[in-house]
């Protein structure tokens, strides 16, 4: 299992910041992040904690216990409409990277039928996805197959290799390319099946922003520091190193993992932007398949949910980048 918790040597002085995310590939601008003193030469000691389901992240978000977390910013929506907290997303970051796998057995989605689908929490990000694209292909969920929530990736990947009852899964890098290699069958990458989707994000409750906004600000900048030193061509095979010693991969996958990371139509998004077209989808599919209607209803991307000030900030504090590729944003958008 890869390690709990992760920090530089704290600098004397530096401000501390507790990071909340998963131990996942895409977690990688983070470890860079700290490995290589971008964080601490921005004067922040940064320690990274992991939780088994995002439900549980949310919690040490609203308790104080993390000051920032790195999940689906379907989560930062949930905060609002289901438990009334005041969230803001302050980064963007990806499309998901993710796949939706089938075991080996079924070749289509109505194979999925009586069946269970293994999921994070049932009502958020990638449990909705899931929900969508069944909808899609003319299963409900309840009727036709039952939602498990398992918790994170890794653990969705064991539910699916301990018994064939669990039918599938939404995986992104490294497990969707371990589920590849043991046999298990995609049945297409979300992007594909739903369009543009903005899955990856960072936020912080909103008070904590407006009382540490240079904290904030110097972080954001590290981050998007990390983000571009390892989307150097010379830098990747570091890269793939750090992949292999802290998630315990495969050279092979780890290579793979990076290739995806940096896939600049499927991969990170250039300087973690936002993408406001697919926050509305995912405010989309909150709509679309929510079972009650949301206590706090989130308004528009451009309202109260995404907060960009820090993040434009933190940018203008950063050197253009240099040797950097060329993207378009993230899914062709």
Known sequence: MPPVSAAAPAASGA???????????????????????FFAACGLDVSLSYENNSRLQRDRLASGD???????VDNAVSMLEEDGLDVVVVLGGDSGMNEFFVQPDIDGFAGIRGRRVVVDAVDTAYALQAVKILADHGLAAGRDYTLDPVGRGALRLEAMQADPSAAAAVLN????????????RSLGRTVELLGGYQAGGAFVLRDWARANEDRLVRYLAAYLEALRWMRLPGNRAHCVGVLCEQLQLSADVAARSLAQLLDPDFGFAADAEIDPAGFEKVLELRRMTASTPARTPA?????????????????A?????????????????
């Open 317 to 333: 504090r950063l050197s253009p980048p240099s040797a950097e590729p060329t993207t378009n944003r993230q899914n062709g958008i």
């Open 173 to 184: 890098p490294p497990y969707s390319l371990e589920a590849e290699d043991l046999g298990f």
């Open 15 to 37: 401000d501390v910041l507790r990071v909340g995310c998963y131990p996942t590939a895409k977690s990688l601008p983070l470890r860079i992040g700290i490995e290589k003193g």
């Open 299 to 315: 308004r528009a991307a451009s309202g109260d949910m995404i907060d960009l000030r820090y993040y434009r900030m933190a940018l």
């Open 66 to 72: 993390f000051d920032v977390i790195h999940i689906a």
